[in-house]
């Protein structure tokens, strides 16, 4: 069974600090996708990675990919509260057919 | 949003009554998605369908039917509703390796 787990849960977190959410993943993929979702709302693309290695900034938010420890981390620098939302990671397994796997997500608070 | 509409946005029906929502997009994607978001399982894959009339199960398929007669549209049916099919639900599209969203039908079942 594939599995993508996420860590923290939930995360809560004062202005102007650091901090990296973290997703494992239990099947070969090179394919790993971040995505934020405030309440209420529908799922916004953040980052895609598609190889081994790969690092993409936005802003903020900064995702990278290590395949051959099945692990993603989305680092925060000087975090602001508009970064509150809910996180998922999400992974493209190979050979199933575009199907996407999810974490359960990670829930960030930021306090002023 | 990549041109995808979800119809109805919200729904209250009761246990053992049908219910089919409606994915419709208007870009021609091949790819179709039906998830169901809940509370401590991020989302999850019920149905996908890479064509018209090409449909296959996901993760989470027992209890609910899919279709797909047109590219545009992708319908999601539950045959006899159950408390636990209470959730909301999102459709998503493929396109160039990367899958978007709609914007969800909360579906409650009493």
């Known amino acids: 069974e594939l599995k993508v787990e996420q860590n923290p849960l939930f995360l809560s977190m004062q202005e102007g600090k650091n901090y990296t959410i973290y997703c494992n993943y239990s099947t070969t993929s090179d394919r790993l996708y971040w995505y934020r979702q405030d309440p209420g709302k529908s799922l916004e693309s953040l980052f895609v990675l598609l190889s081994n290695g790969a690092v993409k900034q936005e802003g903020r938010l900064m995702a990278s990919l290590d395949t051959k420890a099945r692990l993603s981390t989305l680092h925060i620098t000087a975090a602001v509260h508009d970064l509150s939302a809910t996180y998922f990671c999400?992974?493209?397994?190979?050979?199933?057919?575009?199907?996407?796997?999810f974490g359960t997500g990670t829930s960030l608070t930021v306090i002023p | 949003d990549a041109g995808i509409t979800q119809s109805p946005r919200h729904k209250v029906t009761e246990t053992g009554t049908p219910v089919t929502l409606r994915c419709h997009q208007t870009e021609n994607h091949r790819y179709m998605y039906w998830y169901r978001q809940d509370p401590g399982h991020g989302l999850r894959l019920i149905h996908y369908s890479y064509g018209v009339k090409d449909t296959d199960k996901g993760e989470v398929s027992d209890g609910y039917s899919v279709s797909r007669s047109k590219t545009e549209d992708f319908l999601l049916t539950l045959e006899s509703a159950t408390s636990s099919q209470t959730s909301v639900y999102f459709c998503?599209?493929?396109?160039?390796?990367?899958?978007?969203f709609g914007p969800g039908t909360r579906l409650t079942v009493t």
């Open positions: 998503a599209i493929s396109e160039f390796d990367e899958q978007y």
């Open positions: 999400a992974v493209d397994a190979l050979d199933t057919g575009n199907q996407f796997y």
